[in-house]
């Protein structure tokens, strides 16, 4: 932590506007942010609307003291609505919001019961503090639910396996673990580690590769035209 002094000087150093946007938020800066203010909305019914896409992200930290930071979550749709011309458009709402300060056990549980409640499309965690191990933790958990719904048993050194090699989205892991135990339910016989990798090389290329920021605005530019 900052050093009262320090504070001090800082704030004897800038000018009284760049102090309170850069040292207490409030105000925020009207442009320059990725996100415009002027492009947020209040959603006017009492229900959300039916989304195409959920995504959920978490922003993580280690200790549950009255001076730790806190462990945030929020979750988000993507839908598609007519904005004030009639043109539809695709638009982004909060579904939800959540913060706590928590230590790890009860992170893993609430992450846990967060993704169960909304069933998000993808999971975003911050690689900080307690994300890395959540992350992991967090795919485990969804492949451990789904596997005990399948009606063959995928040994937990398989379900381990994925939860540490799939990294790039729920639908992905999940579409892994069904091709598994289509596999297993084939061939009468439980599913091996080298039976895993050899049946799941393409999935397992394509979450390793590395996405930069240029591919990312490529595909979202090639999908909204």
Request: charged share 25%; proline share 4%; with cysteine.
């Amino acid at each position: 932590y900052w050093k009262k002094e320090e504070l001090e000087g800082v704030k004897a150093s800038i000018s009284v506007g760049k102090w309170n946007a850069q040292w207490m938020q409030n105000p925020t800066a009207e442009e320059g942010a990725i996100i415009k203010r002027e492009w947020w909305r209040e959603w006017e019914y009492d229900n959300p609307p039916q989304c195409d896409f959920i995504i959920q992200s978490w922003d993580t930290a280690f200790l549950k003291t009255q001076r730790s930071d806190y462990s945030a979550c929020t979750t988000w749709g993507v839908f598609y609505h007519p904005d004030d011309t009639g043109v539809t458009q695709p638009n982004l709402i909060l579904l939800d919001a959540y913060k706590e300060r928590l230590e790890f056990p009860e992170l893993k549980k609430v992450a846990y019961d967060q993704w169960k409640y909304w069933n998000p499309d993808t999971v975003i965690i911050e690689g900080k503090a307690s994300g890395l191990p959540l992350t992991y933790e967090l795919r485990l958990g969804i492949l451990q639910a789904k596997s005990e719904k399948l009606n063959t048993k995928i040994p937990e050194n398989i379900l381990e396996f994925l939860a540490h090699k799939i990294s790039t989205n729920v639908r992905e892991l999940e579409g892994a673990l069904n091709r598994l135990s289509a596999f297993s339910s084939l061939i009468g016989t439980e599913i091996n580690i080298d039976m895993g990798q050899d049946l799941l090389k393409d999935l397992l290329k394509s979450s390793q590769k590395k996405v930069n920021i240029e591919e990312i605005q490529k595909k979202v530019s090639q999908h909204f035209n």
